[in-house]
């Protein structure tokens, strides 16, 4: 895809949703953090349901110590891998407290260094809680930048690195909001809805259904 195609690409999610961000619920960095580490393997509405109690009693990592682990498991056991998720909740909020004085790192390897915490989950932390231009790349986005041939790769990694070196400085902040709401609502793994997609003439998919 040239440059003229990506940049109208952006315009036309820009115009659609001018101020694009998680669906995951928090108010603070630690709050995103914890939410994070969950919706792996999960949806972003079973997390929210699990957060939207568990952060009225707990939402510092002091208070998820005091919470427990085995207490901790009673918020969040509707969540997939509940039992690993617990352990690296609560041995994160160790570190937190011990290196970063209960406050979240604003740099990768810091974050990267916390258990449950990998590049992906770092990415999402640094563009939604701290604003740095970072692209998490997730099987929405994955799927999306190679499908549409925004950024084609074999794994994850080569299409971060592919996406931040064709989007524009200034739709970068924002990109990676734009593509995961693409994938999840319109370029849909099974059935993408070509007829409702506004990138449907830029798009590179050679299945694309008519548009009506």
């Known amino acids: 895809m040239d440059s003229t195609h990506i940049r109208q690409l952006f315009i036309r999610w820009q115009n659609a949703c001018s101020s694009p961000t998680t669906e995951l619920c928090y108010k603070t960095p630690f709050e995103l953090l914890i939410s994070v580490i969950l919706s792996a393997q999960s949806t972003d509405k079973k997390v929210n349901q699990a957060t939207t109690r568990l952060f009225l009693v707990a939402n510092t990592p002091q208070a998820i110590l005091d919470l427990g682990e085995i207490g901790l498991k009673d918020y969040i056991k509707m969540i997939g891998l509940y039992n690993i998720k617990a352990a690296n909740i609560c041995k994160t909020c160790t570190l937190l407290l011990e290196r970063h004085g209960g406050e979240i ?108």
């Open 105 to 212: 790192p604003r740099n990768r390897e810091a974050l990267e260094a916390l258990p449950g915490v990998g590049r992906k989950t770092a990415n999402v932390i640094l563009n939604t809680a701290f604003g740095q231009p970072t692209i998490a790349v997730d099987t929405h986005i994955f799927r999306v930048a190679n499908r549409i041939g925004l950024a084609p790769g074999a794994n994850v990694r080569e299409v971060e690195d592919g996406l931040l070196a064709v989007i524009p400085e200034e739709f970068k902040l924002d990109a990676h909001h734009w593509l995961v709401l693409h994938g999840r609502y319109v370029c849909t793994a099974r059935k993408p809805r070509c007829p409702e997609c506004p990138v449907h003439d830029l798009c590179a998919y050679p299945h694309k259904s008519e548009v009506r």
